[in-house]
């Protein structure tokens, strides 16, 4: 699943008319989309000042926490909630959120968010004054219509402000929350709004909120709200238990299964494997080493070189294509989106029929950047340009039944410069049930036997040689 990250800004302290309860709207929101929306703790951050811990430049901490984000967030793929409240106004053609004194239209915050990270699916909730007005509209000539741009470059946005213009947004002191806040987090905690997969999307919420903060002013404060999410997007799932263990349940001929797994279990697991295969790569590189003496430098690639390692090696995408695709012929996906194939929503020309949108396309991503994922690759670049480099790896990965591995092996061809280019690339995966038996069976795999390149370095360097010979001798 993608990762989902958040900016949540409450601001009480305003010289003119401060407010009481904006930051613990923020804490709440934090706490909610933690528990039921599927947030990590580390992807939110929250921007709060109170006349106990004031901070005056909250512009500067909204742009700080944009530029961490963008450090792991992947565009197009992984999704955006923003959270403001506090003081809001309404001026000329646009909307604004006031961030103690200095007023910004919520039209350049949305630029910033969509510029900066691109998200695929982005959900704002602005609990301010007049917070709606001339920020959205069905008008499709107004110039301030946002979700036009947004929609070009994700899969969907769910705008939801307190009130339109001349309204004001209420805070409660019974409720010590702002109403629009207080209701929004009700509602994802209403089981009954779930669907009978345990999912609550955007659309239900936000009619619920819409009718529910009505009903409770009076119909004083009512908000608005646009929503452009295609598919079926999961803003909060049902709650099932509050520990670390997975229930599994699986049916085999009406006799029911129960197999239960900690979280503790499968990361020792993983991290024995990990260990495991680290000393038997170690044994391998040091034999070709000896056997090639002199001819290749050896490096190996980890987490903390795994950017760098997508970034210099090219045809990422096919790699990535052949893990996908062999795990998913041996019905052994991994839990997270370790390797996955995804779909780039293309668009349609406004100005042309219906029938000149482009088809949508198939991606391929490689992210061994997860908890649930250990893996080890080793390159053998070649010291001389007549002789052909090659890498291998493997991975070790969480399953929805077990723990899987894959192995990898590719060569590397020459693309002008240096051996970048991925080619025969070869993908395979094995299958193991976790139990104490574990570590045992994977001491049995054979390294050795599993890779086909060890009989094919001497024939790749003798072609190298051959198409480099065949080269200079018909060359000017």
Same mark, same amino acid.
């Given at each position: 699943?993608?990762?989902?990250?958040?900016?949540?800004i409450g601001?009480?302290?305003?010289?003119?008319?401060?407010?009481?309860?904006?930051?613990?709207?923020?804490?709440?929101?934090?706490?909610?989309?933690?528990?039921?929306?599927?947030?990590?703790?580390?992807?939110?951050?929250?921007?709060t000042?109170?006349?106990?811990?004031?901070?005056?430049?909250?512009?500067?901490?909204?742009?700080?926490?944009l530029?961490e984000?963008?450090?792991?967030?992947?565009?197009?793929?992984?999704?955006?909630?923003?959270?403001?409240?506090?003081?809001?106004?309404?001026?000329?053609?646009?909307?604004?959120?006031?961030?103690? #004194? &200095?007023?910004?239209? !919520?039209?350049?915050?949305? =630029?910033? %968010?969509?510029?900066?990270?691109?998200? *695929?699916?982005?959900?704002?909730?602005?609990?301010a004054?007049?917070?709606?007005?001339?920020?959205?509209?069905?008008?499709?000539?107004?110039?301030?219509?946002?979700?036009?741009?947004?929609?070009?470059?994700s899969?969907?946005?769910?705008?939801?402000?307190?009130c339109?213009?001349?309204?004001?947004?209420?805070?409660?002191?019974?409720?010590?929350?702002?109403?629009?806040?207080?209701?929004?987090?009700?509602?994802?905690?209403?089981?009954?709004?779930?669907?009978?997969d345990?999912?609550?999307?955007?659309?239900?919420?936000?009619?619920?909120?819409?009718?529910?903060?009505?009903?409770?002013?009076?119909?004083?404060q009512i908000?608005?709200?646009?929503?452009?999410?295609?598919?079926?997007?999961?803003?909060?799932?049902?709650?099932?238990?509050?520990?670390? #263990? &997975?229930?599994?349940? !699986?049916?085999?001929?009406? =006799?029911? %299964?129960?197999?239960?797994?900690?979280? *503790?279990?499968?990361?020792?697991?993983?991290?024995?494997?990990?260990?495991?295969?680290?000393?038997?790569?170690?044994?391998?590189?040091?034999?070709?080493?000896?056997?090639?003496?002199?001819?290749?430098?050896?490096?190996?690639?980890?987490?903390?070189?795994?950017?760098?390692?997508k970034?210099?090696?090219?045809?990422i995408?096919?790699?990535?294509?052949?893990?996908?695709?062999?795990?998913?012929?041996?019905?052994?996906l991994?839990?997270d989106?370790v390797?996955q194939?995804?779909?780039?929503?293309?668009?349609?020309?406004?100005?042309?029929?219906?029938?000149?949108?482009i088809?949508?396309?198939?991606?391929?991503?490689?992210?061994?950047?997860?908890?649930?994922?250990?893996?080890?690759?080793?390159?053998?670049?070649?010291?001389?340009?007549?002789?052909?480099?090659?890498?291998?790896?493997?991975?070790?990965?969480?399953?929805?039944?077990?723990?899987?591995?894959?192995?990898?092996?590719?060569?590397?061809?020459?693309?002008?410069?240096?051996?970048?280019i991925?080619?025969?690339?070869?993908?395979?995966?094995?299958?193991?049930?976790?139990?104490?038996?574990?570590?045992?069976?994977?001491?049995?795999?054979?390294?050795?036997?599993?890779?086909?390149?060890?009989?094919?370095?001497?024939?790749?360097?003798?072609?190298?040689?051959?198409?480099?010979?065949?080269?200079?001798?018909?060359?000017?």
């Amino acid at each position: 699943m993608s990762e989902r990250y958040g900016i949540l800004i409450g601001i009480n302290d305003y010289s003119d008319a401060p407010l009481s309860y904006c930051v613990n709207d923020a804490n709440e929101i934090s706490s909610t989309l933690i528990d039921r929306c599927l947030f990590k703790e580390s992807n939110i951050y929250k921007i709060t000042s109170d006349i106990d811990d004031s901070k005056k430049e909250i512009i500067g901490e909204f742009r700080q926490a944009l530029s961490e984000i963008k450090i792991t967030f992947e565009p197009n793929k992984d999704s955006f909630f923003f959270f403001f409240a506090g003081h809001g106004s309404c001026s000329g053609e646009k909307s604004h959120i006031w961030l103690h #004194e &200095i007023e910004h239209s !919520i039209e350049e915050i949305y =630029n910033e %968010i969509n510029t900066t990270l691109n998200p *695929e699916v982005q959900i704002y909730v602005i609990d301010a004054c007049e917070s709606g007005g001339k920020v959205i509209t069905r008008d499709r000539k107004s110039r301030y219509s946002l979700l036009e741009k947004y929609e070009a470059t994700s899969s969907g946005s769910m705008l939801l402000f307190a009130c339109g213009t001349n309204q004001y947004a209420t805070e409660s002191s019974a409720l010590k929350h702002g109403l629009l806040t207080n209701v929004f987090i009700n509602g994802i905690n209403n089981d009954d709004l779930y669907d009978e997969d345990g999912i609550l999307t955007p659309s239900i919420l936000q009619d619920y909120v819409t009718k529910e903060t009505a009903k409770i002013s009076d119909f004083a404060q009512i908000p608005v709200y646009e929503n452009r999410i295609s598919g079926i997007y999961p803003l909060a799932v049902r709650k099932i238990a509050d520990n670390n #263990e &997975i229930p599994i349940e !699986i049916t085999v001929r009406s =006799n029911p %299964i129960v197999y239960r797994i900690t979280q *503790e279990l499968r990361d020792t697991l993983l991290s024995t494997g990990k260990s495991t295969i680290s000393d038997k790569m170690n044994q391998l590189s040091q034999q070709l080493l000896v056997q090639y003496d002199n001819i290749y430098k050896f490096k190996t690639i980890d987490d903390f070189e795994y950017r760098m390692f997508k970034e210099q090696y090219e045809n990422i995408d096919i790699l990535s294509e052949k893990l996908f695709k062999t795990a998913k012929r041996d019905l052994n996906l991994p839990l997270d989106d370790v390797f996955q194939e995804f779909t780039i929503k293309q668009n349609t020309d406004p100005f042309q029929s219906v029938f000149s949108r482009i088809p949508d396309s198939k991606e391929y991503e490689l992210n061994l950047n997860r908890k649930s994922v250990e893996f080890r690759i080793d390159i053998f670049n070649a010291n001389n340009i007549s002789e052909s480099s090659f890498g291998y790896g493997v991975i070790i990965y969480h399953t929805k039944w077990g723990i899987s591995l894959a192995t990898l092996e590719f060569r590397l061809e020459w693309s002008g410069y240096s051996d970048t280019i991925l080619k025969e690339i070869q993908t395979n995966t094995i299958k193991y049930k976790i139990n104490e038996d574990f570590e045992s069976k994977l001491k049995l795999f054979n390294l050795n036997e599993s890779f086909n390149f060890i009989s094919e370095i001497q024939n790749w360097n003798d072609n190298r040689k051959a198409e480099i010979s065949a080269f200079l001798e018909s060359s000017l």
